[in-house]
């Protein structure tokens, strides 16, 4: 028997957990001295090296004075707020890790809250104290009055705070100490976070995340809560809903250092790998087979956000994917919903389309993301909030949005969220800046983060966190600009362009091969405009002093996939292929374009 601790590293986004956990990894001597080791090494998916984000939760064990530290990385972002939930049911205590200079946002409340409900003990890590903005005796205090707002116990009060920069390796006990390394945390986590209780009895293992392998399927991680999880012995699997099936276990697997090492039998408090199981899911319990007994469920957030896949049916359908039918399209999207479950996939009648539903317009665009760099081609409608019916009254979901802006630009962005249906519950002045809590309705964040961004000369710093339901706020308004629209197929010419750059921006850079209801840029008035962006310069033997002008093109605006679903209108999509993204009308010609707008009047009327 091996002395343990389980240990879940929470934070909100960007606040340093990943960096952190890195650098325990180095000082752990987890890799040979020789080898080579990238920065954020956890986050091994391109997409998450990318973003800077963390995607997907991540275990590893690091053995420090005899003891098996188990440590569980976990997503900061919202949109990916249900793995933290879940990841929080494996841990005995949890790394609260908090800016130096932000202080407590949004998330850090939300996975805080979580903890605090599941009794886990914490420890406070006042991250990034190298910032030359950092302030943590203020932050300390925050911390200790947010505690209290979320009705903590007096044991959970009483939290030890250390002080750590990430980046640079080194955490210590007080802000006057010698920075060295990573010792006086993993000190820490011995000294106060609580090791298992081992329990005796009949085992019990319950399913709190899912790993995916084309070779073998599903993989269950989970926790040994009772007894000792052994091959040998005959199981049995109770599901959600109650119903029992005998168990096989093909493979077991306990996490060591980076990796997974295979084992025989798990001890109790220990997290595993369980592979070859049928049908295994989140919150499943696997128990003693003469002794069946269920586990409490664990609850899998529901999502807040569908949008509407469907095939590519424009005219460059097929030209640079290499998955275009739908039947590639639903197993892509059925395969999906095996690695993550807070996603949801409904087929409509027709087959033709799908409706994909997740927690935010993130975590679905980080999907599309890596279904475009598979080789995927689809096209995607915009974002709809999922609203539900409680007590009669159709409501919809509320977030929490906190707002970090300079002072100057505060009553655009309060102006803004206003319009939007969002209403103000906090404004705090820290220093030139001003930080502004809103309730607001999910979809009054649809395209939200750009338009601030633009408003504050790219100085807001935008965080939300789904908060509760209520009853629908009314309509918000949308986009007030029209588009233009490419009325014909062919190369955009950049005579075309230059002669109508006074009527919007464009989106497209000349020499493009556009089709025809395909938005090529913005109007600068309400209403679309269909523009002919391959009309040619006309050559003739005469010279005039007008006619030779130099072409003075305005670069285009670059939509990035979150911005495109953002932007885009009901009756438009976001056409994607591993090469390009770009947007389109539902409907191609101008003509059933009016045809459907008068047959949309005409039903108004009646």
Same mark, same amino acid.
């Given at each position: 028997?091996?002395?343990?601790?389980?240990?879940?590293?929470?934070?909100?986004?960007?606040?340093?957990?990943?960096?952190?956990?890195?650098?325990?990894?180095?000082?752990?001597?987890?890799?040979?001295?020789?080898?080579?080791?990238?920065?954020?090494?956890?986050?091994?998916?391109?997409?998450?090296?990318?973003?800077?984000?963390?995607?997907?939760?991540?275990?590893?064990?690091?053995?420090?004075?005899?003891?098996?530290?188990?440590?569980?990385?976990?997503?900061?972002?919202?949109?990916?707020? =249900?793995?933290?939930?879940?990841?929080?049911?494996?841990?005995?205590?949890?790394?609260?890790?908090?800016?130096?200079?932000?202080?407590?946002?949004?998330?850090?409340?939300?996975?805080?809250?979580?903890?605090?409900?599941?009794?886990?003990?914490?420890?406070?890590?006042?991250?990034?104290?190298?910032?030359?903005?950092?302030?943590?005796?203020?932050?300390?205090?925050?911390?200790? !009055?947010?505690?209290?707002?979320?009705?903590?116990?007096?044991?959970?009060? !009483?939290?030890?705070?250390?002080?750590?920069?990430?980046?640079?390796?080194?955490?210590?006990?007080?802000?006057?100490?010698?920075?060295?390394?990573?010792?006086?945390?993993?000190?820490?986590?011995?000294?106060?976070?609580?090791?298992?209780?081992?329990?005796?009895?009949?085992?019990?293992?319950?399913?709190?995340?899912?790993?995916?392998?084309?070779?073998? =399927?599903?993989?269950?991680?989970?926790?040994?809560?009772?007894?000792?999880?052994?091959?040998?012995?005959?199981?049995?699997?109770?599901?959600?809903?109650?119903?029992?099936?005998?168990?096989?276990?093909?493979?077991?697997?306990?996490?060591?250092?980076?990796?997974?090492?295979?084992?025989?039998?798990?001890?109790?408090?220990?997290?595993?790998?369980?592979?070859?199981?049928? =049908?295994?899911?989140?919150?499943?319990?696997?128990?003693?087979?003469?002794?069946?007994?269920?586990?409490?469920?664990?609850?899998?957030?529901?999502?807040?956000?569908?949008?509407?896949?469907?095939?590519?049916?424009?005219?460059?359908?097929?030209?640079?994917?290499?998955?275009?039918?739908? /039947?590639?399209?639903?197993?892509?999207?059925?395969?999906?919903?095996?690695?993550?479950?807070?996603?949801?996939?409904?087929?409509?009648?027709?087959?033709?389309?799908?409706?994909?539903?997740?927690?935010?317009?993130?975590?679905?665009?980080?999907?599309?993301?890596?279904?475009?760099?598979?080789?995927?081609?689809?096209?995607?409608?915009?974002?709809?909030?999922?609203?539900?019916?409680?007590?009669?009254?159709?409501?919809?979901?509320?977030?929490?949005?906190?707002?970090?802006?300079?002072?100057?630009?505060?009553?655009?962005?309060?102006?803004?969220?206003?319009?939007? /249906?969002?209403?103000?519950?906090?404004?705090?002045?820290?220093?030139?800046?001003?930080?502004?809590?809103?309730?607001?309705?999910?979809?009054?964040?649809?395209?939200?983060?750009?338009?601030?961004?633009?408003?504050?000369?790219?100085?807001?710093?935008?965080?939300?966190?789904?908060?509760?339901?209520?009853?629908?706020?009314?309509?918000?308004?949308?986009?007030?600009?029209?588009?233009?629209?490419?009325?014909?197929?062919?190369?955009?010419?950049?005579?075309?362009?230059?002669?109508?750059?006074?009527?919007?921006?464009?989106?497209?850079?000349?020499?493009?091969?556009?089709?025809?209801?395909?938005?090529?840029?913005?109007?600068?008035?309400?209403?679309?405009?269909?523009?002919?962006?391959?009309?040619?310069?006309?050559?003739?033997?005469?010279?005039?002093?007008?006619?030779?002008?130099?072409?003075?093109?305005?670069?285009?605006?670059?939509?990035?996939?979150?911005?495109?679903?953002?932007?885009?209108?009901?009756?438009?999509?976001?056409?994607?292929?591993?090469?390009?993204?770009?947007?389109?009308?539902?409907?191609?010609?101008?003509?059933?374009? /009016? /045809?459907?707008?008068?047959?949309?009047?005409?039903?108004?009327?009646?």
């Amino acid at each position: 028997m091996k002395e343990l601790r389980n240990i879940a590293i929470i934070a909100h986004v960007d606040h340093g957990k990943t960096t952190l956990t890195d650098q325990i990894i180095r000082q752990s001597k987890l890799f040979r001295d020789n080898e080579v080791v990238a920065d954020c090494f956890l986050d091994s998916n391109d997409l998450e090296r990318e973003r800077g984000i963390t995607i997907l939760a991540k275990n590893i064990s690091v053995e420090y004075k005899g003891v098996k530290i188990n440590l569980l990385d976990t997503p900061g972002h919202s949109d990916f707020g =249900g793995q933290v939930e879940r990841v929080l049911k494996l841990a005995d205590g949890v790394l609260l890790l908090v800016d130096s200079a932000e202080g407590p946002m949004p998330q850090t409340r939300f996975v805080l809250e979580k903890a605090l409900a599941l009794n886990l003990r914490p420890v406070v890590v006042i991250n990034k104290l190298d910032k030359p903005d950092a302030r943590p005796d203020e932050v300390h205090s925050k911390v200790f !009055d947010l505690f209290c707002e979320l009705n903590a116990t007096d044991e959970q009060l !009483d939290f030890p705070t250390l002080y750590a920069s990430g980046r640079d390796g080194w955490t210590i006990n007080n802000v006057d100490d010698e920075r060295v390394d990573m010792t006086p945390l993993l000190d820490a986590i011995i000294k106060y976070v609580p090791a298992p209780v081992h329990r005796e009895g009949p085992v019990q293992v319950q399913i709190a995340t899912l790993d995916y392998s084309n070779f073998v =399927g599903r993989i269950g991680i989970g926790r040994v809560y009772r007894g000792d999880l052994d091959l040998s012995k005959p199981l049995s699997l109770i599901k959600r809903d109650g119903t029992t099936v005998p168990a096989q276990v093909k493979q077991l697997f306990v996490f060591e250092g980076l990796g997974r090492r295979e084992v025989r039998n798990v001890q109790c408090g220990d997290l595993c790998a369980i592979v070859g199981m049928a =049908g295994i899911d989140i919150s499943d319990t696997i128990c003693d087979a003469e002794h069946p007994e269920q586990m409490p469920q664990i609850a899998i957030d529901e999502p807040t956000i569908s949008m509407m896949f469907r095939i590519n049916d424009s005219p460059f359908f097929g030209r640079e994917g290499k998955y275009v039918s739908s /039947r590639q399209l639903r197993e892509r999207l059925f395969n999906e919903t095996e690695r993550d479950v807070a996603l949801r996939v409904e087929e409509t009648p027709a087959g033709d389309a799908f409706k994909v539903s997740g927690r935010g317009v993130l975590h679905l665009a980080i999907l599309i993301e890596t279904m475009r760099r598979e080789g995927y081609e689809l096209a995607v409608a915009k974002p709809q909030v999922i609203c539900k019916e409680i007590d009669g009254v159709k409501c919809e979901p509320i977030e929490r949005l906190t707002i970090d802006v300079p002072n100057d630009f505060a009553g655009k962005i309060i102006e803004m969220v206003g319009l939007r /249906r969002g209403e103000m519950i906090e404004m705090e002045s820290r220093g030139p800046r001003q930080v502004i809590d809103f309730f607001i309705p999910t979809r009054g964040l649809i395209g939200l983060r750009s338009k601030a961004l633009t408003a504050s000369q790219g100085e807001a710093v935008v965080a939300h966190v789904f908060d509760h339901y209520e009853p629908f706020r009314g309509s918000i308004p949308s986009r007030l600009n029209g588009t233009m629209v490419s009325m014909a197929g062919g190369k955009a010419v950049a005579f075309a362009i230059d002669g109508l750059q006074m009527r919007g921006e464009f989106f497209i850079d000349p020499g493009v091969d556009c089709y025809e209801g395909m938005i090529v840029g913005e109007h600068c008035k309400e209403g679309d405009l269909v523009v002919n962006v391959q009309k040619a310069k006309q050559l003739t033997n005469m010279r005039a002093a007008g006619s030779d002008r130099s072409l003075k093109i305005a670069p285009p605006r670059r939509l990035s996939l979150e911005q495109a679903l953002e932007y885009i209108e009901d009756d438009e999509l976001v056409e994607v292929t591993p090469q390009n993204i770009r947007l389109r009308k539902l409907y191609l010609t101008e003509l059933e374009r /009016r /045809r459907r707008r008068n047959a949309a009047s005409a039903a108004a009327e009646q």
